[in-house]
């Protein structure tokens, strides 16, 4: 249950709340692709850098452990010792990337696996008994990701089928919530909203899917090669579309100006790799923009990341020794910047939510991004 709890302009702030208790929102949920943040970051690393929600990816886990084998040993967040909330990821996006490794048809997607490529089926059906198997708190329905650009035609097309395919998961969801064996009786569902850059496709699309009355819903098919400014013009037709008590979900962004341009537009769930990914390769965030900590001007700086953050790595290293362990090679140097990249994420939503609350969203939003600008310039 989505709990609305103040509006400034279009952001919101708000509750949802799941069997795995409470989420606050706007939130950034880390992405642990296979049940693990990349970086060797533990799960008890995610309990002390504000972690809210973990992502896990259904296609790679059904590939390897293999979701059956998840159900075994007590679901999802048993074997990776988590008690917060976990959203999978349906497999649509990492399925629709195989190009030239799949083919689409109206039962659902035959493809070939990227580790050994044995020949594998997915449909509808098959991503919510994998979901089901891993018990995450939140699937997602599967939808087909379109590539961009795409023509109208297909787009429409694409669109359609994705709609035929979230009633069929709606109705294997209910199915599967009733057995006997199902660990997580309660597991909500999310649909996904898909049009590309056609925004009258996307408002007709978020009308449909409105009328299912889901326990979320997701804006899909961006950040896959548009203009940030397309994105958000997108966002600003198409959220007013969705339904306000219900939490609206960016899928895969974005940056941290990404972010804050979103929940102005009314975005409350987000995920991103970037934070981990940008980690584990030297570019670290901070209030006054992104650094490269494998810039030589960094060899003798004995300062922290950012002196105002209270991250595992600011709280005891300098930039100088984190510069030192990259250059090394020493997996030290990844596990301190990913923690970093996160704890700054997560703090940034904590903030963000803080200024919803005392109604300084807008003036919070300016301040951030003329920081960002700073070492930019």
């Known amino acids: 249950m989505y709990k609305?709890?103040?509006?400034?302009?279009?952001?919101?702030?708000?509750?949802?709340?799941?069997?795995?208790?409470?989420?606050?929102?706007?939130?950034?949920?880390?992405?642990g692709t296979i049940?693990?943040?990349?970086?060797?970051?533990?799960?008890?690393?995610?309990?002390?850098?504000?972690?809210?929600?973990?992502l896990s990816n259904t296609y790679h886990l059904h590939l390897r452990p293999g979701d059956k084998v998840v159900k075994k040993l007590g679901?999802?967040?048993?074997?990776?010792?988590?008690?917060?909330?976990?959203?999978?990821?349906?497999?649509?996006?990492?399925?629709f990337s195989l190009t030239g490794l799949r083919k689409i048809k109206e039962e659902g997607v035959y493809f070939n696996s990227h580790i050994d490529g044995k020949k594998i089926f997915m449909g509808p059906e098959e991503s919510m008994q994998i979901q089901s198997n891993l018990a995450s708190t939140i699937a997602m329905a599967f939808d087909e990701c379109p590539p961009y650009p795409a023509t109208r035609?297909?787009?429409?097309?694409?669109?359609?089928?994705?709609?035929?395919?979230l009633k069929r998961c709606i109705t294997e969801m209910k199915r599967l919530n009733c057995l006997d064996d199902t660990i997580n009786k309660n597991q909500m569902l999310f649909g996904i909203n898909q049009g590309g850059t056609y925004s009258d496709i996307r408002i007709e699309h978020a009308k449909v899917i409105s009328d299912l009355d889901l326990d979320g819903y997701a804006v899909g098919g961006?950040?896959?090669?548009?203009?940030?400014?397309?994105?958000?013009?997108?966002?600003?037709?198409?959220?007013?579309?969705?339904?306000?008590?219900?939490p609206t979900y960016l899928m895969g962004v974005g940056t941290p100006e990404n972010i804050l341009e979103a929940v102005d537009r009314g975005v409350d769930f987000f995920d991103c790799v970037l934070p981990a990914r940008n980690g584990r390769h030297a570019h670290v965030y901070t209030n006054k923009g992104k650094l490269n900590l494998n810039n030589a001007k960094y060899e003798l700086d004995d300062r922290p990341i950012a002196e105002d953050c209270n991250c595992p790595a600011c709280k005891t290293y300098s930039r100088a020794y984190i510069?030192?362990?990259?250059?090394?090679?020493?997996?030290?140097?990844?596990?301190?910047?990913v923690l970093h990249n996160l704890y700054f994420y997560n703090n940034m939503m904590e903030e963000?939510?803080?200024a919803l609350e005392k109604g300084q969203f807008k003036a919070y939003k300016k301040m951030r991004l003329d920081g960002f600008k700073e070492n930019s310039k």
């Not at 976990?86 to 990492?94: E, H, K, V, Y």
């Open 4 to 31: 609305l709890l103040k509006t400034e302009g279009r952001a919101k702030l708000g509750e949802f709340h799941t069997v795995h208790g409470v989420i606050k929102t706007p939130v950034f949920m880390n992405v």
């Open 35 to 54: 049940a693990a943040i990349k970086g060797a970051v533990s799960t008890e690393d995610l309990q002390g850098i504000k972690t809210q929600v973990e």
């Open 75 to 95: 679901g999802l967040h048993k074997f990776m010792v988590w008690d917060k909330p976990i959203l999978t990821d349906s497999g649509g996006f990492q399925v």
């Open 153 to 165: 035609e297909y787009m429409q097309s694409s669109v359609d089928r994705t709609t035929r395919w």
């Open 222 to 246: 961006l950040a896959v090669g548009e203009t940030h400014q397309e994105m958000y013009r997108i966002l600003e037709d198409v959220v007013p579309y969705l339904p306000q008590n219900k």
């Open 323 to 337: 510069r030192h362990l990259f250059k090394a090679k020493e997996m030290l140097a990844m596990r301190l910047c």
């Open 352 to 354: 963000i939510r803080d």
